[in-house]
């Protein structure tokens, strides 16, 4: 009783206007002025997921009051390792050792026994429920107020644009398309969680400023610019990593650099740190041809793509919870088995910013000052991978005097930030640094006075509702009411118009090894441009930004008191939200697919795959294809021809 008391008083005190941070055995300091500013965008972020939603809400909650918000927020931010795992089945194609793997209770949220109390989005990591993910490349509500942001997003938040990039970086799939398919082999397990090129390069399209970015893993070479002589000290294998330059993510460089947001947040490592990116006046604005011609090595994939057909190569920091870490009080590491956090709130640690060695002012010392610039004596002892590859007929040319400058470079007009405050957090357990709490402006004034909030924040209470008319009991669990919608992005829709060709290349045929070529920013650019007209007037015009709150399920939820683990894995589904958004952009359904063409592919799936064997456990509340014309052969399956539209169990 005395124990419990005690942590109480400390995560209360932790938590307390965040003006103030406590750890023991330290004294109090006060914070930053980078995270505490008023009358923004209330935003709490939260590191990895690993399905403990009641712990995480309960400590946002908890913050929220403590700081004086009354308990609103206005968006959750999840970096990754979300975990909207469904039923059972969903576990077996989740990157997770069998002995490992859990239900969560996100499941909860998705049969509508629970309803999110706040605005929720998510970025996937690689611990994922690959089956349910799918289904929502482009973006959708994994529950009412729950968002997976997809592969790669921009969208909008009242006054804010808010980037995101899902997976973690692996250069045997980094050039691949998406190729995955149910029934999963061992393969595409892994390989669907790996980012690939014909993402980022979506990303790398934008002209215009955005406010916060979003990873899984890190920008690769960020620990340069924060303290890191304590992140080395607490994770001890990091150095080494650092000093071979291969610790992080250098596709989530690239796109850093180029949209240079206000904030960045990430996850994977199971750690709090920060740092600051500051880019010069003239950092990447209109070089002249051949200055960025060689990829850096903080950022270069160089030679990315691996063998063909090869399994993926090791990452270093790919973390499988089995190989898991947990801080010590000495700062060393010890393994053990991720368990999930307990839906206590008092059990659950918050952070702050002014954390003794986390104020990123602080952490950029005059040895980090040129930490992004790598001398030729360092760049000779990287391995091959990270060198220039000579220019290939499936690597096109840019107009830099014969060589690639580095993806994203330069930087538009249009982008005019040069200050990148970064924050990764840890998984929600007791005791670790998990949360941050703050109130984020938009680096554009105008844009708040543009998108004022639908309600004042007092005014804010929680109320009961049943979040979606497909919701099979009343929620038991209140829901805020949101000052802000959830909105698509005019740009984003753009570039998704245009590049949408790139992602059919591949889709479902193994046969596929290589994703189209990047044609280049020249190329795209026009492109863009005359995709964006079409936006402005047959959804900006029409009113049609706004995301519909059209959650539906698919896979059947799991019913409490029923087994926990199943064997088989889960049924292929099209998803309605899916279908919907390439009606709204009028592009291709890539993952729309008649039942005869699934029960094909599940028909001709190899042997041997996770769980024994492809197929079964799925169940009902299956959807039939949509109606239209025939298309190309695709899949293990074969035909792609689609039947009517209609709904069936099975």
Not at 236 to 264: C, H, I
Not at 609 to 628: D, E, K, T, Y
């Amino acid at each position: 009783m005395l124990h419990h008391q005690k942590y109480l008083w400390f995560v209360r005190a932790a938590t307390k206007g965040f003006s103030r941070s406590y750890s023991r055995g330290k004294k109090p300091k006060m914070t930053t002025e980078t995270l505490t500013a008023k009358g923004g965008v209330r935003v709490a972020i939260e590191g990895c997921g690993h399905g403990t939603l009641n712990a995480i809400y309960s400590s946002v909650e908890r913050a929220s009051k403590e700081r004086g918000w009354g308990g609103a927020v206005d968006l959750v931010i999840i970096c990754g390792d979300f975990q909207a795992v469904r039923n059972p089945a969903d576990l077996n194609v989740m990157s997770v050792p069998v002995k490992y793997r859990a239900l969560g209770d996100f499941h909860e949220y998705y049969a509508g026994s629970r309803a999110a109390p706040y605005l929720t989005v998510f970025t996937g990591g690689n611990h994922e429920a690959a089956a349910h993910l799918r289904e929502l490349f482009h973006g959708g509500w994994v529950a009412p107020n729950i968002y997976y942001l997809g592969a790669a997003s921009v969208m909008r938040l009242g006054p804010l644009r808010i980037a995101s990039v899902s997976g973690i970086f692996n250069p045997a799939d980094y050039n691949r398309p998406h190729g995955e398919r149910l029934p999963f082999s061992y393969r595409d397990v892994k390989s669907f969680y790996h980012m690939r090129e014909v993402d980022v390069r979506r990303l790398l399209l934008l002209r215009s400023q955005v406010d916060v970015g979003i990873s899984h893993d890190w920008p690769r070479a960020i620990e340069r610019l924060g303290d890191e002589k304590t992140l080395f000290r607490n994770k001890p294998y990091f150095k080494q990593e650092s000093l071979d330059g291969t610790l992080g993510n250098p596709a989530a460089t690239y796109v850093m650099d180029r949209l240079r947001p206000a904030y960045w947040f990430s996850a994977h490592m199971h750690c709090k740190f920060s740092a600051v990116r500051q880019y010069a006046d003239d950092e990447g604005r209109g070089a002249a041809p051949g200055a960025a011609e060689e990829e850096s090595a903080v950022a270069g994939v160089g030679a990315a793509a691996g063998a063909e057909g090869s399994l993926p190569a090791d990452n270093p920091d790919e973390i499988d919870l089995d190989m898991d870490d947990v801080d010590n009080d000495q700062g060393g590491a010890e393994t053990q088995a991720a368990k999930p956090a307990e839906s206590k709130p008092e059990e659950t640690r918050t952070t702050n910013q002014d954390e003794e060695g986390t104020n990123p002012e602080q952490q950029q010392s005059p040895d980090n000052k040129h930490a992004w610039e790598i001398s030729d004596d360092l760049r000779a002892l990287l391995p091959a991978s990270f060198r220039q590859p000579p220019p290939t007929a499936e690597t096109p040319v840019r107009a830099t005097g014969g060589r690639r400058t580095t993806p994203g470079q330069p930087v538009p007009p249009g982008i005019t930030n040069q200050t990148v405050r970064f924050l990764a957090l840890d998984k929600c357990l007791p005791g670790r640094p998990f949360l941050q709490l703050c109130e984020i402006h938009p680096l554009d004034p105008a844009q708040a006075a543009a998108h004022p909030p639908l309600r004042s924040s007092r005014a804010a209470s929680p109320t009961r509702t049943r979040p979606a008319a497909t919701t099979p009991t009343t929620p038991t669990t209140k829901a805020y009411p949101r000052r802000y919608e959830l909105e698509y992005d005019p740009e984003w829709l753009a570039i998704t118009r245009v590049t949408s060709k790139d992602l059919a290349v591949g889709m479902g045929d193994p046969s596929v090894t290589r994703a189209p070529p990047d044609m280049g920013e020249a190329h795209y650019a026009p492109l863009v441009d005359a995709e964006r007209a079409w936006v402005e007037e047959h959804v900006v015009a029409k009113g049609r930004l706004r995301v519909p709150d059209n959650f539906a399920h698919t896979a059947p939820p799991h019913v409490p008191g029923r087994p926990e683990a199943v064997g088989g894995q889960p049924d292929e589904y099209t998803n309605p939200q899916t279908t919907a958004f390439c009606d709204l952009v009028g592009i291709e359904d890539l993952w729309d697919a008649t039942e005869e063409e699934r029960a094909e592919m599940k028909a001709n799936a190899p042997p041997g795959g996770p769980s024994g064997g492809p197929g079964g456990g799925g169940g009902g509340w299956g959807r039939g294809g949509r109606g239209g014309g025939g298309r190309g052969g695709r899949g293990r399956g074969g035909g792609r021809g689609r039947g009517g539209r209609g709904r069936g169990r099975n």
